[in-house]
């Protein structure tokens, strides 16, 4: 049975996308498979498929990275219980949410800011795809999810990471980075679904006021020349494109395109702007938004 919070969501959905909105509906509606990102700060893929085998545990990779793990016969608390879980050698992650570090092209001589950094799923994506080498900034403005990000960063054994417990939209004009990442506090749009929605009409609004502020901010503290990746777990225009559409052109910001045959198995929305990524929810990806951005 709908809760009122996801009919809510759905009505916005059918105003957005018309006919295709029932598949997002049906897609936000399915069980997702467990999924899992290898952690090459500590294993590589080799042993964490071996100790998934020894485990009787059924799994396959994403087309695009064989870092990206999709566990076929097993649910996340029977990955909690396995050694690499403890050791840190994997992390729990949607497969959504592996993209825009990749889209960021971490290397080992970039200082990077992660200005919502919280759990640090990201954030330690972005240190083991550098090679444990960039200087990363992560910020989080709440202090027990700090906590969380503080342990998470330790275990995953991301050592160059400074957390800094802070509001992204006061951090300093001075400090300009290389890349930057604003994975977006968002409505949840993309990971709702009939059985747990967050949405309501007011949080929608908070977000999209908290995105714009946060967006202008990291435009003025990313170096010229240089990229930051926008991203948001929502499928609504509003957090999204609409978004990127109203304030890029008042910062000399530009799109990069992302290839249309680029992570391929994840099925698109349509998006006003034809760079960006927007991912349809399904039994495999959350409904997920990610644009890379030139200043
Ligand atoms: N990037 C994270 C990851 O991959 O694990 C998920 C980030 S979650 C979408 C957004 C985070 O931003 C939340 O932890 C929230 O507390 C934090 N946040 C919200 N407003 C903020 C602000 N103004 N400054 C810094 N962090 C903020």
Not at 246 to 261: D, R, V, Y
Not at 273 to 287: H, S, T, V
Request: proline share 5%.
């Amino acid at each position: 049975m709908e809760n009122g919070n996801f009919r809510a969501l759905c009505d916005i959905l059918r105003e957005s996308y018309g006919d295709r909105a029932d598949e997002a509906v049906a897609g936000l509606c399915e069980e997702r498979l467990t999924t899992l990102r290898v952690n090459t700060l500590k294993t590589c893929a080799d042993d964490v498929f071996k100790s998934l085998r020894a485990a009787n545990i059924r799994f396959s990779t994403a087309a695009w990275s064989e870092n990206a793990v999709i566990i076929e016969n097993a649910h996340e608390s029977d990955i909690r219980r396995l050694d690499i879980y403890r050791e840190g050698k994997i992390y729990l992650q949607s497969l959504s949410s592996m993209i825009p570090p990749i889209l960021l092209d971490p290397k080992p001589e970039d200082a990077i800011l992660d200005m919502a950094a919280a759990p640090g799923g990201k954030t330690t994506q972005l240190a083991a795809l550098s090679g444990g080498a960039a200087a990363i900034t992560a910020c989080e403005k709440n202090k027990i999810r700090a906590e969380r990000l503080r342990f998470n960063l330790e275990r995953q054994g991301a050592n160059r990471v400074t957390v800094m417990v802070c509001d992204s939209r006061k951090l300093d004009d001075r400090f300009l980075f290389d890349k930057i990442l604003l994975d977006a506090p968002c409505s949840g749009s993309g990971t709702a679904s009939n059985r747990r929605c967050d949405f309501t009409e007011q949080l929608y609004r908070r977000c999209c006021e908290l995105q714009a502020e946060l967006l202008k901010k990291a435009l003025r503290l990313l170096k010229p020349g240089r990229r930051m990746v926008y991203s948001t777990c929502s499928i609504l225009p509003e957090e999204n494109e609409n978004l990127l559409l109203k304030i890029l052109p008042k910062f000399s910001a530009k799109l990069a395109p992302i290839p249309e045959n680029a992570f391929s198995g994840a099925k698109r929305l349509p998006c006003k702007i034809p760079e960006a990524l927007l991912i349809m929810p399904d039994r495999l990806y959350e409904g997920f938004f990610a644009a890379i951005i030139e200043k």
